[in-house]
């Protein structure tokens, strides 16, 4: 493989806050219609475990473009690939909008998660071309609009439902998309970093990077486990609000939304955690505010700030962990960075499909004790497994010493 070398770029700020908006608006796809499943459900006429597989396929389609696509950042041109994704995004939205059989729904749902890799192509562009001082600041404010992402698809996909039908939802959100497009096409500086040549080079070196990096691996581990247990409680969560005891329409249950608002600002400050020592304790930390998240939702109440309360304090464990574990990645080898997110990001979003089949499938006929309990069995196995990893690396250090 080619040694890593790069024509540093010059990005001025606020292009980078536009990079950042941009990873807002693509990873917003993935979220606008959980927010819609119910008014989805009514269009095509079908029971709400049926129509919440359109969440399944969109992150099913998303996984596979991050383990085929985005490995092709180290093989073509960065800008030419993110202005391809927000092309085909806007389009697969827009169909969407016009077809009338579910099967057609299906369809351009998978192409849409497929075709929305722009996000995990922009974050490995600033990692090779900008120099470490600004490369920091760059990666954690498109870091910051990738969480904002769930909370504008979230928002957005309630209220403009809401407002004025899902298919309103889809077609601002393509307009919105080709714009980004144009921007990406006029401002963004072209991608020097040496690529590898083959294609075929890049694919077969993933499962050596799996084998060779621990981090990796272990990064792997944590984020499907907490984007499982993430998606089954956010999956459901509009069906379950739409019910009473909460009787809430599409507008008012996407509010929840704005929940995750805390875990953007709680990025920040993860972002910085792996330049210390000890940080597998962080991710203990990160893990167990999920799971203390869980054990209230496991008990039966009907008060809606206990629910409030709790969304606030899992999306925090949620997004911390992400930002941890994306930020130990980004300290590993330059010259494989589209490769290490490819593979982290299709752990992750493999995880998220389990996440929202288990929460759309269970919700049908059971309520958030249920769910909970499956949520807390996963994040036990997690903090586990990284409690196995301190006790063996300490094990390790005092037999070297």
């Known amino acids: 493989m080619h040694a890593f070398h790069s024509k540093r770029q010059t990005i001025s700020s606020t292009m980078e806050w536009t990079l950042s908006i941009i ?3 693509v990873v917003a796809n993935l979220y606008y219609d959980q927010m819609l499943l119910p008014d989805l459900a009514h269009t095509f006429h079908l029971p709400f475990q049926h129509i919440g597989v359109v969440l399944t396929v969109l992150q099913l389609g998303y996984t596979a473009g991050l383990l085929l696509i985005v490995p092709l950042g180290d093989r073509w041109e960065r800008k030419r690939l993110i202005m391809l994704s927000l092309g085909c995004s806007a389009l697969c939205l827009f169909m969407m909008t016009i077809v009338h059989s579910f099967g057609w729904l299906l369809f351009f749902a998978t192409l849409l998660g497929f075709s929305g890799f722009a996000a995990q192509m922009i974050i490995p562009y600033l990692a090779s071309t900008l120099v470490a001082p600004r490369k920091s600041a760059a990666i954690s404010k498109c870091l910051t609009g990738i969480f904002l992402g769930t909370l504008l698809g979230r928002l957005s996909g309630g209220w403009i439902g809401q407002l004025w039908g899902w298919t309103a939802v889809h077609d601002v959100a393509a307009i919105a998309l080709l714009i980004g497009m144009i921007i990406v096409y006029i401002y963004l500086p072209t991608d020097y ?11 077969s070196s993933l499962w050596t990077l799996i084998r060779t990096e621990p981090i990796l691996r272990e990064t792997m581990w944590i984020g499907a486990i907490t984007f499982t247990v993430f998606n089954i409680f956010w ?14 329409n599409s507008g008012m249950a996407s509010n929840f939304g704005l929940i995750g608002m805390a875990g953007a600002l709680a990025a920040g400050f993860a972002s910085k955690l792996p330049n210390r020592v000890h940080i597998r304790y962080w991710n203990m930390f990160a893990l167990g505010l999920m799971l203390i998240s869980f054990i209230v939702l496991s008990i039966p109440w009907n008060q809606l700030w206990i629910l409030i309360a709790v969304t ?7 997004r911390m962990n992400m930002s941890l574990n994306q930020a130990r990645l980004y300290q590993l080898a330059p010259a494989y960075h589209s490769r290490l997110n490819s593979i982290y990001m299709v752990s992750y979003y493999i995880g998220g499909a389990i996440g929202s089949y288990i929460g759309t499938t269970v919700a049908a006929s059971y309520h958030f004790p ?13 903090l586990l497994s990284i409690y196995v990893h301190i006790v063996r690396d300490a094990n390790a250090e005092s037999v070297t010493k």
């Open 312 to 318: 606030f304090v899992l999306d925090i464990g949620s």
């Open 23 to 25: 990873c807002m608006l």
């Open 370 to 382: 249920t769910l909970a309990l499956i949520a807390i069995l996963l994040l036990c196995i997690g």
């Open 235 to 248: 999956a459901p969560l509009s069906h379950l609000l739409h019910q009473a005891p909460y009787d809430l």
């Open 193 to 203: 970093a040496l690529k590898e040549p083959s294609y075929v080079r890049i694919m």
